[in-house]
Nanobody, 124 residues
Framework: VQLVESGGGLVQPGGSLRLSCAAS????????IGWFRQAPGKEREEVSR???????YYADSVKGRFTISRDNAKNTVYLQLNSLKPEDTAIYYC???????????????????WGQGTQVTVSS
């Protein structure tokens, strides 16, 4: 099982990034994929999720700015980050689990598989 994030980087406030989470080694279409982030000194928090049947969820802090989508043909989930703010600076992780329901957000322990993370830095 492997989850590989990419697309992070340094961007100015107001800028955009698109993160990707490429999955392999499990039945991708049956799993919900969550995006978490962890800023220095803070707990890891779920910011978005897409279910196996394409329902999407967003934290209030990112609603209207971030968009999650999945391409089942490519076993990949994307997180489009727009109107970025300095407080969005964090390591972003994707995670996969087959049993998460509709409760949002969830603690990291609810997810079984994790990627290694990609750094997003928003700074002028």
């Amino acid at each position: 099982v492997q989850l590989v994030e990419s697309g992070g980087g340094l961007v100015q406030p107001g800028g955009s990034l698109r993160l990707s989470c490429a999955a392999s080694g499990f039945a991708f279409t049956s799993y919900a994929i969550g995006w978490f982030r962890q800023a220095p000194g803070k707990e890891r928090e779920e910011v978005s999720r897409i279910s196996s049947d394409d329902n999407s969820y967003y934290a209030d802090s990112v609603k209207g700015r971030f968009t999650i989508s999945r391409d089942n043909a490519k076993n990949t989930v994307y997180l489009q980050l727009n109107s970025l703010k300095p407080e969005d600076t964090a390591i972003y992780y994707c995670a996969a689990d087959k049993t998460v329901g509709d409760a949002f957000p969830l603690n990291p322990g609810a997810y079984h598989y994790w990627g290694q993370g990609t750094q997003v830095t928003v700074s002028s």
